[in-house]
């Protein structure tokens, strides 16, 4: 039996936690006694009780932008309360991308919907003020490279692979196909197809082997702004 629960240091840390007889998978359960959770208009979860910290030592400033005058916490994170109760994290709000048209898109759950396909090691989705999302694809080579022998495409090198049009279709493709029950607007349109796997080395990945969004954004800048002809 697995319990999903969450909290920050800022919070004691513990918030919400699923109960061995009250539990639902996929959300990180319901709040302790005495603490309050909200989810604000933009969807940042919000929390207040005894267990939020009093202030950062010594930044007065970072605490007030923390803690509002009414003594919720602001969280960070992105998240919905469903009918039982039960909080479920869909994403952080630093991630959230919003588009040109004023669409606020949380890229992770599309993102791990995505890589649920073995074709997928990492998918980055971008779009920030854009007027569309796109991605940036780093495909699970391994899998790719056996499809494209069993469909007598050439391997040859992994740039030489990513480049031909058959395997550039199958991956928009494929794309298309798992984003299909999406709304129209957050829908990916363009992707791009990258040939080396994303490192902690190269500074792509967290020590717990979370990708650096920005800094995969600001690495391939040249690549996004070829996908919006911005280049």
């Given at each position: ?81 469903d009918a039982q109760g039960f909080l479920i994290i869909t994403d952080r709000k630093k991630d959230i991308l919003v588009t040109s048209g004023g669409k606020n898109i949380a890229p992770q759950p599309i993102e791990n919907l995505i890589k649920t396909n073995p074709f997928f090691a990492e998918i980055v989705m ?106």
């Amino acid at each position: 039996m697995i319990l999903e629960g969450y909290g920050l240091t800022e919070t004691s840390p513990v918030i919400t936690v699923n109960r061995p007889e009250d539990l639902k998978p996929g959300s990180v359960g319901k709040p302790l006694e005495n603490i309050e959770v909200k989810i604000a208009e933009d969807g940042e979860i919000l929390t207040r009780g005894p267990h939020v910290m009093e202030g950062y030592f010594n930044k007065p400033e970072a605490t007030a932008e923390a803690i509002d005058k009414d003594g919720w916490f602001h969280t960070g994170d992105i998240g919905i309360i469903d009918a039982q109760g039960f909080l479920i994290i869909t994403d952080r709000k630093k991630d959230i991308l919003v588009t040109s048209g004023g669409k606020n898109i949380a890229p992770q759950p599309i993102e791990n919907l995505i890589k649920t396909n073995p074709f997928f090691a990492e998918i980055v989705m971008v779009g920030n003020k854009r007027n569309f999302p796109a991605a940036l694809v780093v495909p699970n080579f391994d899998t790719l490279e056996k499809w494209a022998r069993a469909k007598g495409i050439g391997v040859g090198s992994r740039k030489d692979l990513i480049g031909k049009a058959e395997v550039r279709g199958h991956y928009e493709a494929l794309v298309n196909e798992l984003t299909k029950d999406l709304a129209q607007f957050e829908k990916i349109k363009k992707i791009a197809l990258l040939d080396k796997e994303f490192t902690l080395e190269a500074g792509e990945l967290t020590p717990t082997l979370k990708v650096k969004r920005r800094f995969v954004e600001q690495k391939y800048q040249a690549v996004i702004d070829d996908l919006y002809g911005t280049a």
